[in-house]
């Protein structure tokens, strides 16, 4: 039911810049502008606008808008969207028309009633109409029947009254807890094409990514985010099975195409534990109503799910439909983090930003991509970090209540302008704006441990871990911090565990290459470093340690041999000087050494961030150049 508003009557009502006439059937600008607006969207706004404050369940506003006709819910959905499109919204911002996750909507607006004509409303109405979470007490007006029924009966009924509906809302709050312990976790899977022979995989993509942040809100529900959930995008994926992998209680399947102008959606959302379906939707809507569907969805999902979602419900991240689907292209393939992959999903994400120039989520990818080219792919700092900083400043210039976008520029600030007390910053906001960003904690965790504050970043880490227990990023990078926290056998089973999960996955390796080089281990960090390189044909610093093994064991020839091979790769192109650096420091070659991290500095090389913790510099620590370097890094 609706909670109590200001319900109002008369034909004539202002608020923020405009005039809505019932007589008319027209609502102004405050210039006298008419503003055209379609039957069913007036009589949306009208309801709304005469019961300003209240929350309007949704099922109530069908049945008042269509009383005589059934209607799937994307009509409304489709009629608000277009409304806050008239009311100049910008995305997340309500200042009209707010969505109360899982209810309906309410009319936020200050309205004046203008030749406001009163109309009574009755206690029981009142009462009826109060907050679900309260009970209202109702006041019986005495008429001649009232007179004559003894107290004593009207205070029995009155008693059982009361009991029933403590009964009542006793049981659906036991109901609701009972779920909410069960359903804590949810995966959005890639959609699927409903036409095998027409996939359109970034749209698949997309869609999901879009759901996980719409859903992925409040302190009931975590949700895994893309990067975890997208190697389940095949055709014949058992989404029950993919549950199970990833170790949540629910799971969103769905299927998507885009044909001739029409979106046509299905999805089913599913509990885990014993497959039962909670709730299941169809869609066929014309393509550029695709915003507002997603919104139905998460809207229903939470429904269906019990949960509170934060303001990203009915937040939508651009209204261009080009904007949209170019964006979902960028994300598909700068994902895949291999050079050409991430170049293209640049470019991508330019098209989307000069579709939309407010486009702020694109500003936020287009920032974490030219990033990618750094810490992935052995790019100039120079050259492409300036404009990761760029991208991610722009994010939150537009949208300073994007989580997503200070992570970025907190990790730019530290990779980058080796500023990490601006980083800290821009991480804290990041964590305060969405705490159950698996990302978010990630980052943190990162600095944290490069700064030396060990049990603050495993507690990061664990936090992200509980998000994403199956992400091979955050749990390669649990290992590397319990090495650097010193806990080397522990640091040592958790890579391995990782590496169990997908042996593909080149960072595990590498990381195990710094324990046995601890260790002393030669041969077997040689091995590890060297499957780091060959996943990753040839990464300067998986490279690099192979020749700082072979120094540490005592093979200077090897080792001047891949100082060699990374000096003729440097001729044409970036190869990080803290790589060489680090195999002159173990061939004693200490001045040469810092020549090279001094030049690693000033080429910005993101490297410089392993300073402090790195094992390879402790024979350098006591030396005045590397003590500069340090205080350089703001590391001291």
């Not at 109590?4 to 059937?25: M, V």
């Amino acid at each position: 039911m609706s909670s109590a508003g200001n319900s109002i009557t008369g034909h004539i009502y202002e608020f923020e810049g405009f005039r809505l006439d019932a007589n008319k059937r027209l609502l102004y600008r405050e210039n006298g502008q008419v503003v055209p607006l379609m039957p069913k969207a007036f009589e949306i706004l009208l309801y709304l606008v005469r019961n300003t404050g209240a929350v309007i369940e949704k099922d109530d506003l069908m049945t008042a808008i269509w009383p005589d006709t059934a209607v799937e819910e994307n009509n409304l959905t489709q009629n608000i969207s277009g409304l806050r499109r008239v009311f100049g919204e910008k995305p997340g911002e309500h200042r009209f028309i707010a969505t109360v996750p899982g209810r309906g909507y309410k009319f936020v607006a200050d309205v004046q009633p203008i030749d406001r004509s009163a109309s009574p409303v009755s206690n029981l109405d009142a009462a009826l109409h109060s907050p679900s979470n309260e009970v209202a007490a109702i006041r019986i007006p005495e008429t001649s029947r009232t007179r004559n029924i003894p107290a004593r009966a009207i205070f029995g009924s009155l008693v059982l009254l009361a009991v029933a509906v403590g009964g009542f809302l006793l049981w659906t709050g036991v109901q609701q807890s009972s779920t909410d312990k069960r359903i804590q976790s949810l995966a959005v899977l890639p959609f699927k094409p409903l036409v095998k022979d027409h996939r359109d995989e970034s749209l698949e993509l997309g869609m999901a990514d879009t759901l996980i942040l719409k859903l992925n809100g409040g302190d009931q529900i975590s949700v895994r985010p893309l990067a975890t959930v997208r190697r389940f995008a095949s055709i014949d994926q058992d989404p029950i099975k993919a549950g199970r992998v990833l170790g949540v209680d629910a799971v969103l399947d769905g299927s998507i195409q885009i044909v001739n102008d029409r979106v046509r959606i299905s999805a089913k959302l599913f509990r885990v534990t014993d497959g039962k379906q909670l709730w299941s939707g169809q869609y066929d809507e014309r393509s550029s109503d695709i915003f507002a569907l997603q919104d139905s969805i998460s809207e229903r999902v939470a429904s269906a799910l019990q949960a509170t979602l934060r303001a990203r419900t009915g937040k939508n991240y651009t209204d261009n439909l080009e904007a949209y689907q170019l964006f979902t292209k960028g994300k598909f393939h700068s994902a895949r983090l291999i050079l050409p992959e991430v170049q293209k999903g640049i470019a991508y994400y330019e098209q989307a930003i000069a579709a939309d120039p407010n486009y702020a989520l694109a500003y936020v990818e287009l920032s974490n991509a030219y990033r990618a080219m750094v810490l992935t792919n052995d790019a100039a700092p120079r050259d492409v970090s300036p404009k990761a900083k760029a991208a991610a400043l722009k994010a939150v210039e537009l949208d300073g209540s994007l989580s997503e976008a200070h992570t970025a520029l907190a990790v730019i600030s530290f990779w980058y302008d080796f500023d990490p007390a601006s980083a800290e910053t821009h991480h804290l906001r990041a964590l305060e704006l969405d705490p159950n960003s698996a990302q978010s904690h990630f980052a943190y965790a990162h600095l944290l441990s490069n700064t030396g504050r060990h049990e603050k970043a495993l507690a990061e880490i664990r936090r992200a871990l509980e998000l994403d227990p199956v992400s091979l990023a955050a749990n390669a990078l649990q290992g590397q911090i319990l090495f650097f926290a010193g806990k080397d056998d522990e640091a040592l089973r958790s890579l391995q565990a990782t590496a169990e999960m997908d042996k593909n996955f080149w960072l595990a390796p590498l990381f195990m290459s710094r324990i046995y080089l601890k260790k002393g281990m030669w041969e077997e960090a040689i091995a590890s470093a060297k499957t780091a390189a060959d996943l990753t044909r040839g990464n300067a610093e998986a490279v690099a340690t192979v020749g700082y093994a072979h120094a540490k064991a005592g093979r200077v020839d090897a080792a001047r041999g891949i100082i060699r091979e990374l000096e003729d790769r440097a001729k044409t192109r970036y190869v990080p000087a803290y790589g060489i650096a680090a195999i002159y420091a173990a061939l004693g070659e200490n001045n040469t050494a810092l020549d090279l991290l001094e030049r690693s500095y000033s080429q910005r090389d993101a490297l410089m961030v392993f300073l402090k913790v790195d094992l390879k510099w402790d024979d350098l620590r006591s030396e005045p150049r590397f003590a500069e370097l340090m205080r350089k890094m703001n590391l001291d």
